[in-house]
């Protein structure tokens, strides 16, 4: 079965440190989507890019918060400075371009930020 | 901006009850929607999907959901639960877009959490 690989799975930091989370998405697909769970705010979008350009980013704090896809199997999910209310759970999913297909999350990265 | 609504927080069943989990979403244009399930200290895993034809849908271990455009609703059901049902459920919907087309991000509800007794 194909996978979403994310690493690493957790994650434990001081305050201001660079947080820089990975995702592999499943071969073929060529959306992927960077989602944020917290108990208060439930599942939130982040960021996704289309054939690894970024189609929207307005769910993402942008002044610590960054997002790139270096090539089609690698996005990258960085925070600096990390501040305690980064912590979270962060998933990566990914999916075919074509409308309204599901998307296949990975285990995430559960981040803490001390 | 589209918006999804669980109505049910926390739902606590016996084995063998049936179950229906609400979830109704606000967009004024057509929708694709999910049922995912997340179990303890796991990752979401799609239950259904319902994307045009028959409102009534059936997904993986026994759950169906049914969509009923006029009530902006797509519940969840299943007739009888068992405890390895015991999990958090999201309803989740992203915009079908005619023009342009693609996978837009999904807008979630805040789940149900899930626990059935033995």
């Known amino acids: 079965d194909a996978r979403v690989t994310q690493t690493p799975r957790h994650k434990v930091t001081e305050m201001g440190q660079e947080v820089t989370m990975r995702c592999q998405p499943i071969l073929g697909h060529n959306t992927v989507f960077w989602y944020r769970q917290t108990m208060m705010q439930g599942l939130e979008l982040l960021a996704y890019f289309r054939n690894r350009a970024p189609l929207d980013d307005s769910g993402m704090p942008k002044d610590r918060f960054s997002a790139e896809m270096p090539d089609a199997t690698l996005a990258t999910l960085k925070i600096q400075p990390s501040e305690p209310r980064d912590s979270a759970v962060y998933f990566c999913a990914s999916g075919l371009g074509t409308g309204g297909q599901p998307q296949h999350f990975g285990d995430g990265t559960r981040l803490s930020i001390l | 901006a589209q918006s999804v609504s669980q109505h049910n927080h926390h739902v606590i069943l016996s084995e063998a009850a049936s179950l229906e989990l609400g979830c109704n979403y606000s967009y004024g244009g057509t929708v694709n929607l999910f049922w995912y399930v997340q179990y303890p200290g796991q990752h979401l895993q799609l239950l259904l999907k319902?994307?045009?034809?028959?409102?009534l849908v059936k997904g993986i271990k026994g759950f169906e959901a049914e969509f009923i455009k006029s009530k902006f609703s797509f519940n969840l059901r299943k007739p009888s639960v068992q405890w390895s049902d015991t999990a958090e459920y999201f309803c989740a919907v992203n915009a079908r877009r005619y023009s342009g087309g693609g996978a837009d991000g999904l807008t979630f509800g805040k789940g149900t959490h899930l626990i059935i007794q033995p």
């Open positions: 319902y994307f045009s034809g028959d409102p």
